[in-house]
């Protein structure tokens, strides 16, 4: 995939409260995103709509902690902020959640007009750099209308992270998305949802525990089928797999460092989150895939997908800047 000159980010969908067994967490992976953007200083654009209630206000709090910018925040008079119910029925395993996302919260009813206006003025009039969209704030029509006036924009590129949740998508949906993304984030759940639905059950033939570049053949056949410039699979501990229509692969396994694992809540969206923070600097695709890898670990060892403490981020920054004056120095 070539280099993109992405100049601005606007990230489009649900703000919420994950609600686990012990405390609140504000979340959403669109909003997970956004923070870590902002906390690396790509200033993004978050676009959500909340209610006039305590998971609202907190929201607004996490955002100007954050540094970002409000003027995509909508504020509904009568349905509440989002919320998620998350149980941890297995204490022995960290990585087994289930979730209960509660029907008709205020995301799901994001004003086309006011994104639209939001766009223009964060923006300066000129088309948003990239675009980044999920599938949870699509299962209203209200904001999937609002999303798909912004898609329309083609000098954008489009970042489509699938994040399938049972009963929260239609195929219809999910077969538009992908119509309209340049880029796709997924898990391996999600790459076997779509071989199975779109290639006729080729996920029943393909080893997922194989060399990964075995898989090409496969994921080719989707982007093609959607135009897209590349597709990337995220493997949990496993590491990730990246595919772009260049034929350019890239793949790592496990990381060698043992990671205390809190959970895995926000995983994905902290790999995505550097990765377009990579798209934002500038930096080789290489690294920011590796880069993304190693956050997205680091992530997993705090509780929810992000950290309240600023110092967290900057130790990354640090580490990465470092590592750019030793490639300079050896240059």
Not at 32 to 51: K, Q, W
Not at 86 to 114: C, G, R
Not at 117 to 146: D, E, H, K, M, W
Not at 303 to 316: C, E, I, K, L
Request: charged share 20%.
């Amino acid at each position: 995939m070539k280099q993109p000159n992405i100049t601005s980010i606007v990230v489009f969908g649900e703000a919420l409260a994950d609600e686990f067994p012990e405390q609140n967490i504000i979340g959403g992976a669109p909003f997970n995103v956004a923070r870590t953007l902002a906390h690396f200083g790509c200033a993004p654009l978050m676009i959500s709509r909340i209610g006039q209630d305590t998971v609202g206000a907190l929201i607004q709090a996490d955002m100007q902690a954050c540094g970002m910018s409000s003027i995509g925040l909508q504020v509904d008079a009568v349905r509440p902020s989002g919320r998620v119910v998350v149980t941890q029925n297995n204490p022995a395993d960290k990585s087994s959640h289930q979730f209960e996302i509660l029907p008709d919260q205020a995301y799901d009813y994001i004003d086309q007009e006011a994104a639209q206006q939001a766009v223009v003025t964060y923006c300066q009039n000129r088309p948003a750099g990239l675009i980044y969209f999920g599938s949870l704030a699509q299962r209203s029509v209200t904001s999937r209308l609002s999303l798909n006036t912004l898609l329309k924009e083609e000098k954008s590129l489009k970042y489509l992270d699938l994040n399938l949740r049972d009963g929260q998508v239609n195929a219809a949906t999910i077969d538009d998305s992908l119509c309209r993304a340049d880029i796709v984030k997924l898990n391996e759940d999600e790459l076997c949802y779509l071989l199975d639905h779109y290639s006729g059950n080729a996920c029943t033939t393909l080893d997922l525990n194989a060399d990964r570049l075995s898989w090409k053949p496969a994921i080719d056949g989707l982007m093609k089928r959607f135009d897209l410039l590349a597709i990337i699979v995220t493997l949990g501990a496993r590491g990730y797999a990246y595919f772009d229509v260049e034929g350019k692969f890239f793949s790592a396994d496990p990381m060698t460092t043992p990671t205390n694992i809190v959970d895995t809540v926000g995983g994905g969206d902290a790999f995505s989150a550097v990765f377009l923070t990579g798209l934002y600097q500038g930096w080789p695709l290489a690294i920011s895939l590796r880069r993304a890898h190693e956050f997205a670990t680091a992530v997993c060892g705090i509780r929810g997908a992000v950290s309240s403490d600023t110092n967290f981020y900057q130790s990354w920054m640090q580490r990465w800047a470092a590592e750019e004056q030793i490639e300079g120095a050896a240059a």
